[in-house]
């Protein structure tokens, strides 16, 4: 038997924010400074070791 969940709007554009976040991106790598740049947030990800696979201020999915 199956059951019916019922969300609100707000509920679910919640859910939408946190499935885009989730899909990985790119970070940009910084020119003058030799930093990776979070592309959502422009946080500095990945300035030194170990590899950071998600941003530390937005929680945003890195491909790395």
Known sequence: MRK????????????????????????????????????RCGYVVNDGVPKQYYCDRCGQRLAV
């Open 4 to 39: 019916m969940i019922l969300i609100t709007e707000a509920e679910w554009k919640e859910f939408e924010k946190l499935k885009i976040r989730d899909i990985p991106r790119k970070p940009i790598h910084s020119v003058h400074n030799s930093h990776w740049i979070c592309p």
